[in-house]
C-alpha cells in the first residue's frame, strides 16, 4: 500500500506539472491538457487522483485574456417548422422568437438531418406564407416513404403555403443572428446553395451530412469518396467565387467510427480537398460508447472519461487526420433519436448536466489551445422546446448557460471550486459571469465574497435550478443567500 500511495503521489506531482493548475474533488475535467494535438501520447490523467488536498478554501477567479469563441453557441433547427403528426409550426411567431432569443444564440443553422439531402430552396422566392415554396421544397420525383412520409407531406398555415427556409431566414433576422447553412450537395444545386449564402450571410457552410452513409454513399457516390470530393471541390470554388469569406466544410466520418468504409472515405479525403474545415459530432449516447448502464455511480465515471480523456482523443484524432482543417462539431446533444433508447438519463439531472460540462469542456479547452473547436452546434432547438412548447430541464439550463454567450467576452481562469461541484464562466466588460454546477447530494456553502483578479467582490446568485436526484425529471427554481442544494445548477454574478 505504501509503495501504491508513493506511485501515486509521484503521479499527482508530474500532474501538476504538466497541467499547471489544481482542480477540487470530484471535478475531475476542470482544465484540460496544453497540447491537444500530441495528447494520444499522453496516458488518460484523471484530477481527482490529487483532488483530495485541494478543497477551496477560497474561490480564485483570473480574467484569461482570452476570448470566448462564441460560434461554439449555434443551435439547430431539425423538426421546429412542425410538430406531431407534421402539423406545421409558424417559427416566425412573436412568443417563439422571444423563446429563442432567451438562448442567445450565436448562430442557428439551416438546414438539418437527413432532410439535407433533399431540402432544396426556391431561387427568388422570400415569401414565409403564400409564396412559391413549401415546407422543404422536396422534389416530387422523390419516394414518398423517404423521411416517414414527409417528402410527399405539404404544409399550410392559414390556408397559406408554408416555406421553411424563408421562415427560418425571417427568424434569425428577427433574433439575430448568425445564419448558418447545411447545403443539399446530393440533390441540389450550387445555385440553390449561393441562394441560402445571400438570404443569410453565413460564417460557415457545410457540404453534405453523412455522405458516406446509407443510400448516400451506395447510390449517389458509388461508394466512390472521390466523387463527393470532385463535386466539393466544384462548388466550393463556385461559392469562393461570389463569397469569399464564407467558410466551407467537408463532410466526414464522425471522429469515434472505426467502419472500414468510413477509413476509405477519410483518406480520399485527407488530400486535395478544397475545404476550410471538417465535421464532427459529440452526442452524449456516442461520446459515452454505449457504456451507460442504469448503475449511477459507475455512470458517474464513464460522463467523467468522456471529458478527461474521451474527447481529447477524439481531437488529437481529427486534427491528426486533417492538419490544417478547422474542427466543427456539426451536432452534439443530450438525447440522441437514434439511440434505440440506449440512454438510461434522457431528461434527467445528470443527463442534462451533459450541457454545463461541454460548454466548460469547450470554452477552457478553446482558452488552451487557440481555439481548435472552432464552432459547435447544439442539436436541437426542438428538443429544448417541445412539441406542446413544453420547456424542458435541458431549455431551462441552456438558458442559464447562455448569459455567457450574450456579449463578447473573455473565458475565466478558475483556480480552485468547492468540492464536489464544477465552476466556469467569463468576463463581460467589468461583469464576471460565472457558472456552478454542484452534481452531488450535499449543498455547499458559497462565500459572500470571491478573489476576482486580485480583488474581492460581492457575488450575486441570479438564478438556481435544482433536482431531487441525479436520475429525476423533475426540477425547480429556488432562491439562495449562498447555500447550493444538491444537484443544483447556479448563475452568479459579480462586479
Known amino acids: 500500500m505504501q509503495s501504491l500511495r508513493a506511485f501515486y ?37 484523471d484530477n481527482r487522483l490529487i483532488g483530495q488536498d485541494t478543497i477551496a478554501t477560497e474561490i480564485m477567479v483570473y480574467d484569461s485574456r482570452r476570448a470566448l469563441n462564441r460560434s ?6 431539425s423538426d421546429i417548422f412542425f410538430r406531431k403528426a407534421l402539423t406545421p409550426f409558424d417559427v416566425t411567431r412573436q412568443d417563439y422568437v422571444e423563446t429563442i432569443r432567451l438562448l442567445h444564440p450565436y448562430a442557428v ?24 415554396g413549401n415546407g422543404f421544397n422536396i422534389p416530387s420525383w422523390v419516394p414518398s416513404d423517404i423521411l416517414q412520409g414527409m417528402s410527399s407531406h405539404k404544409f399550410f398555415i392559414d390556408g397559406k403555403s408554408y416555406d421553411f427556409f424563408n421562415a427560418y431566414v425571417k427568424l434569425i433576422h428577427e433574433l439575430p443572428s448568425k445564419g448558418y447553412i447545411l447545403g443539399n450537395i446530393m440533390t441540389g444545386t450550387c445555385k440553390e446553395v449561393i441562394w441560402m449564402i445571400k438570404r443569410t450571410h453565413p460564417e460557415y457552410v457545410q457540404l453534405g451530412l453523412e455522405q458516406m452513409r446509407g443510400e448516400a454513399f451506395t447510390k449517389y457516390w458509388n461508394k466512390d469518396p472521390s466523387r463527393y470530393k470532385r463535386k466539393f471541390n466544384i462548388w466550393a470554388d463556385s461559392i469562393r467565387t461570389v463569397y469569399p469569406g464564407v467558410k466551407i466544410i467537408a463532410d466526414i466520418p464522425p471522429s469515434h467510427s472505426n467502419n ?27 461520446m459515452s460508447r454505449g457504456q451507460f448502464s442504469g448503475n449511477y455511480e459507475k455512470d458517474k465515471q464513464v460522463m467523467y472519461s468522456i471529458f478527461s ?40 439531472f445528470f443527463g442534462t448536466s451533459y450541457i454545463p460540462r461541454m460548454v466548460q469542456f469547450m470554452i477552457e479547452f478553446n482558452r488552451d489551445h487557440n481555439d481548435v473547436i472552432a464552432s459547435a452546434k447544439y442539436e436541437n432547438l426542438k428538443q429544448l422546446i417541445g412539441n406542446k412548447g413544453t420547456k424542458s430541464m435541458e431549455f431551462e439550463v441552456t438558458r442559464m448557460i447562455a448569459n455567457l454567450f450574450s456579449e463578447p467576452a473573455n473565458v475565466l481562469d478558475i483556480k480552485s471550486v468547492l468540492a464536489g461541484t464544477i465552476m466556469f464562466g467569463v468576463k463581460a466588460g467589468n461583469q464576471y459571469k460565472l457558472i456552478l454546477l454542484n452534481d452531488q447530494e450535499e449543498a455547499v456553502q458559497l462565500p459572500k465574497e470571491i478573489n476576482f483578479d486580485g480583488r474581492l467582490l460581492t457575488i450575486h446568485i441570479k438564478e438556481a435550478l435544482a433536482s431531487p436526484g441525479p436520475t429525476s425529471t423533475e426540477w425547480s427554481s429556488y432562491s439562495s443567500n449562498g447555500s447550493i442544494n444538491g444537484y443544483s445548477i447556479v448563475y452568479i454574478t459579480a462586479q
Not at 72 to 77: K, L
Not at 263 to 284: M, P
Request: charged content about 20%; some cysteine; aromatic content about 12%.
Open 72 to 77: 461554439i453557441w449555434t443551435f439547430s433547427t
Open 260 to 286: 472500414q468504409t468510413d477509413q476509405a472515405w477519410i483518406k480520399e479525403l485527407q488530400t486535395g480537398l478544397k475545404a476550410d474545415g471538417v465535421r464532427d459530432y459529440w452526442h452524449l449516447h456516442w
Open 109 to 132: 443553422a439551416f438546414s438539418e438531418g437527413k432532410t439535407s439531402d433533399w431540402a432544396r430552396q426556391v431561387v427568388g422566392d422570400t415569401i414565409v406564407l403564400g409564396g412559391a
Open 309 to 348: 480523456t474521451t474527447l481529447p482523443e477524439l481531437i488529437a484524432k481529427n486534427k491528426r487526420l486533417f492538419p490544417g482543417k478547422e474542427l466543427i462539431i456539426d451536432q452534439w446533444s443530450v438525447s440522441l433519436t437514434g439511440d434505440g433508447g440506449r440512454n438510461p438519463y434522457k431528461r434527467t
Open 9 to 45: 503521489l509521484l503521479q499527482a506531482f508530474f500532474l501538476l506539472m504538466f497541467i499547471g493548475k489544481v482542480n477540487a474533488k470530484d471535478a475531475p475535467f476542470n482544465h484540460f491538457p496544453k497540447n491537444a494535438t500530441c495528447i494520444l501520447s499522453v496516458e488518460p490523467w
